[in-house]
C-alpha cells in the first residue's frame, strides 16, 4: 500500500494532442474550418467578414416588408402607401444603431455582446436579461427565417403550398445535421450566398428604377394577389395601426448586433476592420430595404399568405416564370437558410459563455461529441422545429414572438455601454479603472459617445415596447413570460454551483486527510465463465480482502456456481445469498448494506461488477445491467465506489 | 499485492437476507401475500382456487353473448335465435377442453402450461409458437376485459359514454400500480368477486326463469335498444355468417387453461383438487352460458354498441336502475377487473418461463425493482393501454384480435399431449423413458386419453382456422404476422445467447491465466476540491501508479488548478492535456488512448473518475457526466476498467 510519505515526483507534463472538432460531411460541404474565437490565426478579411454576418441582417428585408403592409392593409390599400415613411423611420433608427455598435466594437476588440457588456457595466441582473433575450431569439430567427425561406419557395411553385411545414423541417433537419458534424462558420463558402443575394436584389432595385424612371413598370393586377385577410374588420388608420406596422417592419434591424460579437474573427486591425463592415452592412441593408419599399409602393404589392411581396416584385419587374424571377427568390432562399445556420453558431457560442459564469449547465461550455455544442444545437433545432409546426410555418404568425428579445438585448447593450462612458467620464485623465472585465479609461469624448449609446438605448426601449404592446395578444405575451423564466432559472442554477462550490471548498479544509484505510472488495457473480472470472482476477488486484457474492435463484445453477469455484475460484470467499422469492437486487443490496452498517471507520468498499459488452449495442436488452443498477442504489452512500469489469466474447 | 499462492479459505457462505417482493399499497389493499410457485408452503383449498383461477374464464360469458348476437343480427332479428344452438355447441367444445385438461392436470401436477406440455413433448418451435400465442393474448385479456367492464359501467349510466376510454385507461392504471407494488394471486380477496359474480349471475338466472316459466318474464322493447349495425347491409344466414357468430362465441371458452398452469397453487393431493376446481369451474361457465344465452333469447335481447346484453337482462329480469339490476352490473365489472388482473400475474410468470429458457431477456426471470417483473408489469399495461386507445375501447372491435392466441396455445397443448399418449403406448409395462422434462411412464389406458386429447387438438384447431378466417379482415391478420414475428425474435435472442455462453465456455479454458500485472491508475480532474481529493486518495489505494490528468480548457483554471495541486496533490503525477478547442472528452480519450496503445502487456489500466452526486436528480443536469461518457466510448476496449469514485456535499 502506498502510503503519504512514499511520495512521486511533483511534475505538471503538458500533453497537446492533435484533437480538432469532428469534420465529416460538413467539412465536404462546407470546407475546411474557419474557426473563430477558438483560433485566432485564422482570421477573415472585411470581404469574407461581411458575407459570414451579414446573412442574418440583410435576409431580414425578405420579411420585413411584407409584415409592414400585411398590418396596413388592415386599414385598406389606401393605407399601404405609409409604407414609405415608415422604412424611412426604421432606417434613421439603422443608423443610431450603427453608430452606437460602431462604438461597442472599439471599446470591446474582444468581442462585445449584450452579455458581455451588460455582465461588465451594468451587472448579474441586466446580463442574464440579455443573455435570456438573445438565447430566446436565436431559436426565433430559426423558425423565422426558415418559415420565410420556405415561403419564397412557395411563392414560385404554389403546388409545394401543402407541403410547406414539411419542406421547413427537412430544412431545419439539413442544417442541424450540418452543425453537429461540427461546421463552423467557414468564410469562403458564406460568401457566395451572401454576395449572391447581394447581387440580386441590387439588380432588381437597379432594374426596377430604370424601369421606373423609363415608365415601364408594371404594376401588380389586384386580382392576381389573394390578399391576406386576418378576420380583422376594416379599420382606420390609427397611431396604433402605423407602430403596430412600425414593429413588424423593425424585425429587418435583427442580426445588425452580429458583427459586435464576432470581432476576434477580423484580421487586425481587428475594430477598425469589424467597424468598417458594419458601416457597409447597414449602407447595403439601408439601400436594400429603401429600394425595395419604394419599388413594391410603385408595384402595389398586396400582403399575402400565398406570394411573398419579394416575388411580387420579382414577376413584375422581371416576368413571371423566369429566369432571373427564379434566381432572385432562389438567392433569397438560400440567404434566409444561411441566417437561420448564424443561430446554430451563436446559440452554443452565448450558452458557452453564460454556462462559463455558472448560470448554466456547465457541460455547455466544452465542445465535443456527447457534449455541449451538440446538445445545445438539438435544443436548438428542437423547439425551433416545434414553433415551426405550432404555428405552422407562416412567418407571419411567428414574427409577434420575434425581434422583443432582439431589441431587449439592443437597449441593453447600449444601455450599458451609455453607463460605461458616464463612469469614464467621472475618472481623470490617464487614471483607469477595472472592476472586473474590460478595463476601463478615461475618454474625452465621453460626452457625445455616451449620448450616442443613450439614444440607441431609449429609441431601442421604445420599439420594444412598441411591439411588446401592438403585438401582445398575438403572442408577444410568451416571450415576455419566458423571458424572466428562464432568468429565474439561471439564478436557481447559479446558486446551486455556489453551493457546492463552497460545500467542497478546501479553504478550511486543514490537513490532508490519511489516506483510508482498509479495502474491502466485493464482486457480484452469476455464473462462472471467462468473463466474470476476469472482474475476479482484477478484484483480487486491488485487495487481499475479496468476497465473491452468488445470489441463488435456482438451486441448479448454485450447484454448478459451486462445483466451478472450486477449481476457478482461486481460493476467493465465495458467499451464496439466498433468495427464494427469485429477487436479484434486493437480496443483494441487502447483503451490501449489512457489510455496510458493520464496517469498520476508514474502510472503503468497492464493488467490481462484470458487465457483458455486446459486439451490437442492441444486444444490451438481452443484459442485466447489474452496475448501472447498483450504482443508482449505492452511489449516494459515502465511501462505496462502483466498478464496471466490461468482458467481451474473446 | 496478492499472489496466487497467496490463497484464502475456500467457504460457501449461505446468507439468507429477509427479503420478500415489495408490498406497499397492494399489501394494505390485497392482505396478505399468497405466494403459488414461489412460496409452495402457503397452498389453497378448491373454494379458494376456484375463486383464483375462474375469473378469466367465468367473465369471458360478459361478452361472448354479446359477440355471438352482434354478428347474426346482420342477417335480420330472426337470426338472433340460432344463438342457442351456436351455445350449445360451444358447450360441447367445453366439456371436450374440460375432459383435455383433466387429463394434462393429472400428468402434469407442477403445472401444465402450453408452453411447458410443448416443450417437453413436440419441441421447441411448437413451445415458442405456444408461448408467443399466449403472451398475445395475456395482453389482450387485459384489453378485452377491461373494455367490457367499462361498457357494464355505460351500460348503467350512458352519460358515462364519452369518457369511456379514459374510464379504461384509469382501470389499467391502477391495476398497473397494484401489480407494480408486488401483489400476487391473493386467494382470499379474489374469492369475494368472484363468488358475488357468482352468485348475482346464478340469481339473474334463476328469477328469469322463474318469471319465464310463470309466465311474468318480460321483454326487450324494439325502441328501447340501439341496434349496433356495423355498416354492412342485411345479409342470408349463411355458414360463413354463423361461424363468425360462433367464433365470436367462442371467446367464451378463454380462460379455461388457467388452472392447469397454477396446480402447484393447491393443496395436496393437487393434482385430484386441481382436477375437480376444473369441473367445478366449468359445470359453473356452462350453466351461466347456457342460461344465459336462453333468457336473452327469450328476453329478446339485441346487440348494441350502447347497452351490453347482461344490462338488457338485467333490467328486463329487474326493473331499469333496481339496486339488483346495478348490483349485477357491477359485480360483472369487478369479475372482469379481476380478470384483467390474473394477466399481469400470468405475463410475467409465462414471461420468466421462456426468459429461463434463453428465448427472452434473462432479466425477465428476476423479481423486484427496476428488473423483470416490473418491466414485464409495464409492458403488458402500455401495449394494452395502446390497444384501448387505438380501438376506442369497444370489446366488439378487439375480440378480432382476441382467442386466436388462446385457441392455438389449446391446439399445440392438446396436441403435446396426444403425441405423448402415443409415446407412452410404445414403451413396455414398467419401462421409463425421459427425454427432458416429465418423466413418461407406460399407462394402460394410452389409447382413450390420446383419442381425447387428439379430439380437443383437432376441435381446438379447428375453431382457430374458423376464427383466423371468419375475423381475417376485422383483425385477426394482426395476431397472425404477430406470433410469427414474436417466434422468429426469440429466436434470434436464444442464438444471441448461445453464441455467448459458447464464446465463454471455461470448456477448453486450460490453466487458471495469472493473475493481471501491472496496474496503471488514471483520474480526470477538472478542478482540486474535497470531492475529487477524494477519488485521488482512492486512487492511490489502488496502485502506485497513479496519474491526474487535468484537460487545460481555460489557462485561468488550469493555473488554479497546478496551484492548488503543490498542496494537496500529494506527490502524484499531474498531466495538464491542452485543449486548444474547448473539447473535453476527445482530448481526454486522445491521452488515454495513446496509454492503451503503448502499455505492456498484462498491464491493466483503471480510470477512476470523481462523480458528483448532488441530493436532488434534477441537479444532475448541471454536471457533467464524464464516467458515463467514458464508459461508452472505452468499455468495449479490453483491459480497461472505469470506476466512478462519488462525491457528494459533506
Not at 449505492?634 to 462502483?642: A, D, F, N
Amino acid at each position: 500500500m502506498l502510503t503519504p510519505d512514499n511520495k512521486q515526483s511533483t511534475s505538471f507534463i503538458r500533453h497537446a494532442p492533435e484533437v480538432e472538432p469532428k469534420r465529416g460531411l460538413g467539412h465536404l460541404i462546407f470546407g475546411r474550418h474557419l474557426a473563430t474565437a477558438d483560433a485566432p490565426h485564422q482570421t477573415i478579411s472585411k470581404k469574407v467578414g461581411l458575407a459570414v454576418f451579414a446573412s442574418d441582417a440583410l435576409s431580414s428585408s425578405a420579411y420585413a416588408i411584407d409584415e409592414i403592409l400585411i398590418v396596413l392593409i388592415l386599414a385598406g390599400t389606401a393605407a399601404l402607401s405609409v409604407s414609405l415613411p415608415i422604412a424611412l423611420t426604421i432606417i434613421g433608427l439603422l443608423i443610431l444603431l450603427t453608430i452606437s455598435y460602431e462604438q461597442t466594437i472599439h471599446t470591446y476588440p474582444g468581442g462585445g455582446g449584450a452579455y458581455i457588456v451588460a455582465r461588465d457595466n451594468l451587472g448579474e441582473t441586466p446580463a442574464l436579461i440579455a443573455g435570456a433575450s438573445l438565447l430566446v431569439d436565436y431559436i426565433l430567427t430559426v423558425a423565422v427565417s426558415i418559415s420565410s425561406g420556405v415561403a419564397q419557395i412557395t411563392s414560385a411553385f404554389p403546388g409545394l403550398l401543402e407541403w410547406r411545414v414539411v419542406i421547413a423541417l427537412a430544412l431545419v433537419a439539413f442544417i442541424t445535421i450540418i452543425n453537429l458534424r461540427g461546421v463552423k462558420e467557414s468564410g469562403n463558402i458564406f460568401a457566395v450566398p451572401t454576395y449572391f443575394f447581394l447581387g440580386m436584389t441590387l439588380l432588381t432595385i437597379g432594374v426596377g428604377f430604370f424601369q421606373y424612371f423609363t415608365g415601364t413598370l408594371g404594376v401588380i393586377e389586384p386580382g392576381s394577389v389573394e390578399v391576406a385577410h386576418s378576420g380583422e374588420t376594416l379599420q382606420a388608420l390609427t397611431l396604433f395601426l402605423i407602430l403596430r406596422a412600425f414593429s413588424g417592419g423593425c424585425t429587418a434591424l435583427t442580426g445588425v448586433e452580429a458583427i459586435s460579437n464576432g470581432i476576434m474573427a477580423f484580421k487586425e486591425p481587428r475594430s477598425r476592420n469589424a467597424g468598417i463592415t458594419l458601416i457597409w452592412m447597414s449602407t447595403i441593408l439601408g439601400v436594400n430595404l429603401l429600394g425595395l419599399t419604394y419599388l413594391a409602393h410603385q408595384i402595389g404589392v398586396l400582403p399575402s399568405h400565398l406570394e411573398t411581396g419579394f416575388s411580387q416584385i420579382a414577376r413584375v419587374v422581371y416576368s413571371p416564370g423566369s429566369p432571373l424571377y427564379l434566381t432572385l427568390l432562389g438567392s433569397t432562399t438560400l440567404i434566409l437558410i444561411m441566417a437561420a445556420n448564424t443561430s446554430y453558431a451563436d446559440f452554443p457560442r452565448l450558452a458557452a459563455l453564460v454556462a462559463g459564469d455558472a448560470f448554466m449547465p456547465r457541460q455547455l461550455q466544452y465542445r465535443g461529441r456527447r457534449l455541449a455544442f451538440s446538445n445545445g444545437i438539438m435544443m436548438l433545432a428542437g423547439i425551433a422545429s416545434i414553433l415551426i409546426i405550432i404555428f405552422r410555418a407562416q412567418t407571419n404568425a411567428l414574427i409577434p414572438l420575434y425581434a422583443i428579445g432582439v431589441y431587449l438585448s439592443f437597449t441593453i447593450s447600449q444601455g450599458g455601454m451609455a453607463v460605461r462612458w458616464f463612469r469614464s467620464g467621472r475618472l481623470k485623465l490617464g487614471e483607469s479603472f477595472q472592476k472586473h472585465g474590460m478595463p476601463l479609461h478615461f475618454d474625452p469624448k465621453w460626452k457625445s459617445k455616451m449620448f450616442m449609446n443613450g439614444l440607441g438605448a431609449v429609441a431601442t426601449a421604445i420599439v420594444m415596447l412598441v411591439f411588446s404592446i401592438t403585438k401582445f395578444k398575438e403572442g408577444a405575451w410568451i416571450v415576455l413570460l419566458l423571458i424572466p423564466a428562464l432568468v429565474t432559472l439561471f439564478m436557481l442554477i447559479h446558486r446551486h454551483y455556489r453551493t457546492m462550490a463552497t460545500g467542497l471548498s478546501l479553504e478550511r479544509y486543514g490537513e490532508p486527510p490519511p489516506y483510508m484505510g482498509r479495502h474491502r472488495v466485493i464482486v457480484p457473480l452469476s455464473s462462472i465463465h471467462q468473463g466474470t472470472l476476469a472482474a475476479l482476477r482484477y478484484a483480487r488486484m486491488l485487495s487481499d480482502d475479496v468476497t465473491a457474492v452468488h445470489v441463488s435463484m435456482d438451486p441448479t445453477e448454485t450447484e454448478k456456481v459451486q462445483k466451478k469455484w472450486l477449481t476457478w475460484g482461486g481460493g476467493t470467499r465465495l458467499v451464496i445469498v439466498e433468495s427464494p422469492f427469485r429477487l436479484f437486487l434486493e437480496p443483494l443490496l441487502a447483503y451490501i448494506e449489512g457489510i455496510l452498517s458493520n464496517r469498520q471507520p476508514n474502510e472503503t468498499i468497492t464493488i467490481v461488477v462484470p458487465q457483458f459488452i455486446p459486439s451490437k449495442k442492441v444486444f444490451n436488452a438481452l443484459h442485466m445491467q447489474t452496475a448501472d443498477m447498483l450504482r443508482k442504489e449505492l452511489l449516494s452512500k459515502p465511501g462505496v465506489v462502483i466498478t464496471d469489469v466490461p468482458y467481451q466474447i474473446p
